[in-house]
């Protein structure tokens, strides 16, 4: 498929499908914010817990789309997003956000999530690149430097996953009963990373810098594992890795948040590093990863694949990552399996009855029963976010492909 057909199909789907489902869904009129479960019936759950998770990435989704757009509706959802964030989930004694409030927006969960800590950064920081909001971004600095004082392992490197109330030591460190309850994790270190690459975009701060180089420095040396190109998932606070699972979503997310991070400081020693580390994670993928369908799986570990169904959010993730692969290395397989992710999504994971996407689906691309539509994990922030990657990288593609036009014509 070229460049501008397919821009045109991630428009429609991102515009008239995934946006417009959140602006219609999910706001919650009676209480303030957003619902914090919804299921895949469409069925309201009007006493859930708000997540810290969802509300970020709705911030970041409609910041970014507004980044795009200059459309007032999405601005106005991240506005709310933005309000609803600062008013119940900002703890003003001791600084940080909750991990999970309630239906009514009291503090249900009080620990501080450095995972979550760090979407917050994330988000705060594109709301202030999409509409200049200085408020927004003295928010997300005050974050990086409460990250940097009370989680940032001086010996070690890296970061604890998780504080107390008051940023001491908590023994609950998982991010979800499907986690180990260990000290470092791949998984918050990959977001603090991005966290960190996208303030460093409004802020250029030398600190900030020398923290994100670091940071790019542990993920190539302690978590990705030099033999086989996967993430290594969890950890001890020496960086011994416990367990040999293998995420393919993370691995290829990864790749290219990796790349992002090193691009934006613009250490080419340190950029040529990780080219090469995320063409050979992006390989590994590909490699053993990838069903007939075009589809990636869940998890493997050494000896195969462990659980073959097919949630959103990698599928979202190797459509981006393999195509960054391609634009590193210009090898045709690389696009053609981004295409094919692209044609698996629309094929099996974009649903046509209630709008948005499929939790995931089985190995035989039937929908999973009980996946939500919105919980504190289901966000439009992996698919949101890779259209609009999508659209950005396509749209240089059609620009090289005409310059190259104009140039054989002698323009």
Known sequence: MDALP?????????????????????????????????????????RADKGLVLNARILWTFSAAYRRYKDEQYLKIAS?????????????SFGGLYWMVDADGHPSQDKKQIYGQSFAIYALSEFYLADGHQEALDASIELYELIERHSHDPIHQGYIEALGRDWTHTSSFSLSNKDLNEKKSMNTHLHVLEAYTNLYRAWKSPTLASSLARLIEVTIEK?????????????????????????????IEGSWLLLE????????????????????????????????????WNEADPDGVTDADKDWWPQAEAMVGFYNAYELTGDPKFRAAALDSWKFIQQYIVDREH?????????????????????????????????????????????????????????
Not at 80 to 92: G, K, T, V
Not at 223 to 251: C, M, Q
Not at 269 to 292: K, T
Not at 365 to 372: D, I, N, S, T, Y
């Open 261 to 296: 991070a090193a691009d934006v400081l613009q250490d080419q020693p340190l950029l040529e590093r990780v080219r090469a580390v995320a063409v050979r994670m992006a390989e590994a993928v590909i490699a053993n990863g990838v069903d007939r369908d075009g589809g990636i």
């Open 223 to 251: 978590i990705v594992d030099p033999a086989t190109g996967h993430f290594r998932l969890f950890f001890d606070e020496e960086w011994n890795a416990k367990g040999s699972h293998i995420s393919y979503g993370h691995d």
């Open 355 to 411: 709008g948005e996407w499929h939790w995931g689906v089985d190995p035989n691309g039937v929908p999973l029963p009980g996946g939500p539509k919105i919980s504190a994990w289901k966000c439009p922030y992996h698919n949101g976010r890779a259209c609009l990657e999508m659209l950005s990288r396509l749209q240089k593609e059609t620009n090289g492909r005409e310059a190259d036009s104009r140039l054989s014509e002698g323009i």
């Open 80 to 92: 709310r997003a933005y309000h609803y964030l600062i008013e119940h989930f900002l703890d003003r």
């Open 6 to 46: 397919w821009m045109q199909e991630l428009e429609n789907e991102l515009k008239n499908n995934i946006l417009r489902f959140w602006m219609d869904k999910s706001v919650d009129g009676a209480r303030g914010g957003f619902y914090g479960e919804i299921d895949r019936q469409l069925r309201v759950n009007e």
